[in-house]
């Protein structure tokens, strides 16, 4: 019994040896996140489902890594905001995304969105700001052609620097929606405290739909929410017809989802638009 705790022991000595070794290589690769030629951006339409026209584009991160394969989002986007490298990260994304999205809006006269996901923390960092802003004039994207989709890393509760980020961002022309509606920290507080234009509906509860009775009556309520204090929704997540038609009949037709386009990369963009 001896030995083989001891084995076990190994084991587990290794194991964490090897989740500290990637954790370690992640940081030091996104260190340098402006020359990391493995981190890439992909595009997902968002479609107004009534017509099926496209009316926007969420560039989503990617990095498909020498070492280790495709590492996903949710880990280096977690390990870029603990280790303090979100900033650099998103100003690479947000160079990249606004040069080619103004590029796309300029060729094919497309007059939909661009939606960039916002790590709640830097809605306080002023430097942060200030090179957002800057972007803008280095592209020549206009403001009002993007939407900041803010995610919920750290909680932000009535944060008066945040709400006042927020309602500068907005008079200049900035979209703010708030992700993943409904899940983690983000509460029916965040209503009430900061100003907003769209919710995003996650897909947890999208996935409800046609399977539980309450599941469909809290989206409804959410969508009754939404409509009252007159603030434009989206359904993320939604991959079948069903789910589709179930939220247009409840009148929330901007639809995300695999139902329509899975992320796409650059030249598939521009192939959508020459089609
Ligand atoms: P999110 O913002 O909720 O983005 C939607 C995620 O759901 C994306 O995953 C997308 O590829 C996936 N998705 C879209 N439609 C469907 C569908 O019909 N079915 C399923 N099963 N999945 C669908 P992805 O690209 O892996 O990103 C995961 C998360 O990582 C994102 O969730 C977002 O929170 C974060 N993320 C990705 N890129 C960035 C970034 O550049 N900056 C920040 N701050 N976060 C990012
Ligand atoms: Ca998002
Ligand atoms: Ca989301
Ligand atoms: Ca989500």
């Not at 991160?61 to 070492?67: F, L, V």
């Not at 944060?159 to 509606?181: H, P, T, W």
């Amino acid at each position: 019994a001896k030995k083989l705790k001891g084995n076990r022991a190994i084991l587990f000595h290794d194991e964490l040896h090897q989740h500290l070794e990637r954790r370690l290589y992640i940081e030091e690769k996104l260190k340098k996140a402006a020359d990391n030629e493995e981190i890439f951006f992909v595009y997902q339409p968002q479609v107004d489902g009534r017509t099926g026209d496209i009316i926007g584009f969420e560039v989503l991160s990617r990095w498909k890594s020498r070492r280790f394969g495709w590492i996903s989002p949710v880990e280096f986007i977690n390990i870029a905001e603990e280790s303090g490298y979100i900033a650099d990260l998103t100003k690479k994304m947000m160079k990249e995304s606004f040069r080619f999205f103004r590029n796309i809006r300029e060729k094919f006269g497309f007059e939909g969105f661009l939606a960039v996901n916002l790590s709640s923390k830097l809605l306080t960092d002023e430097a942060f700001i200030t090179d957002f802003k800057r972007f803008f004039r280095e592209t020549g994207l206009s403001k009002d052609s993007v939407e900041i989709e803010i995610t919920e890393s750290v909680p932000i509760f009535s944060s008066k620097a945040v709400s006042r980020n927020l309602q500068l961002l907005r008079q200049e022309g900035i979209c703010v929606a708030i992700d993943d509606f409904g899940t983690g920290y983000s509460a029916l507080s965040y209503l009430h405290d900061f100003p907003l234009d769209k919710i995003k509906v996650d897909k947890s509860f999208v996935d409800q739909i046609e399977k539980s009775s309450r599941g469909e009556a809290l989206l409804k309520s959410i969508l009754h929410l939404a409509d009252n204090l007159n603030i434009k929704i989206m359904a993320e997540g939604v991959e079948t017809g069903r789910q589709r038609d179930w939220l247009i009949a409840n009148d929330c037709y901007r639809i995300q989802g695999y139902y329509y386009y899975r992320p796409l990369q650059m030249n598939e963009v521009e192939n959508l638009f020459q089609s």
